[in-house]
T-cell receptor
């Protein structure tokens, strides 16, 4: 079945860039999303990329998509302590567009 | 702007009891999705409805059932609750089951604790 994989943990220093990687298996996915989840909170859509795009930039966020390798990355520039959270990669799958999530990457930002 | 409303926010039930979770989608959205997120886990797709009909089914236990009503709100019914059902249950809605650039709008979730 469809699968989405992410590294589980990333630790960066405040002010540095963070890069979170994701791979997926469903080549028919048309939209690829990044969600942020803070402890005990819901899922906040951060950004997305359409499958015919290679890159999308949105303020401090840059999404890169390598469709051939089915690899997606999220770069957060000038990472702040408020960016500490779990980041989920998700892709749409199937005719009714359910989302398949990765396991989430826990980003820890330290001074 | 109106968001996806889920109720209740928190629910505590004993084993073998039943629970009903409600989801009110964004107005005009006709597709509802339910996801279950266990502690430290990623959200897992349970079931979806499009125009009041079940459209897709994921890893939903047979003890659970769901439906979408004429006003497009949805309810997830969970019977014979088990400790392992303790999780955050998210509802999301979209328009016409079409993947879009704004993604799915998720509710804040219902935290179910089974004791």
């Amino acid at each position: 079945g469809e699968d989405v994989e992410q590294s589980l943990f990333l630790s960066v220093r405040e002010g540095d860039s963070s890069v979170i990687n994701c791979t997926y298996t469903d080549s028919s996915s048309t939209y690829l999303y990044w969600y942020k989840q803070e402890p005990g909170a819901g899922l906040q859509l951060l950004t997305y990329i359409f499958s015919n795009m290679d890159m999308k930039q949105d303020q401090r966020l840059t999404v890169l998509l390598n469709k051939k390798d089915k690899h997606l990355s999220l770069r957060i520039a000038d990472t702040q302590t408020g960016d500490s959270a779990i980041y989920f990669c998700a892709v749409n799958s199937g005719g009714y567009n359910k989302l398949i999530f990765g396991a989430g990457t826990r980003l820890a930002v330290h001074p | 702007a109106a968001g996806v409303i889920q109720s209740p926010r928190h629910l505590i039930k004993e084993k073998r009891e039943t629970a009903t979770l409600k989801c009110y989608p964004i107005p005009r959205h006709d597709t509802v999705y339910w996801y279950q997120q266990g502690p430290g886990q990623d959200p897992q797709f349970l079931i979806s409805f499009y125009e009041k009909m079940q459209s897709d089914k994921g890893s939903i236990p047979d003890r659970f059932s769901a439906q979408q009503f004429s006003d497009y709100h949805s309810e997830l019914n969970m019977s014979s609750l088990e400790l392992g059902d303790s999780a955050l249950y998210f509802c999301a809605s979209s328009l016409a089951r079409v993947a879009t650039d704004y993604g799915y709008t998720f509710g804040s979730g219902t935290r179910l604790t089974v004791v």
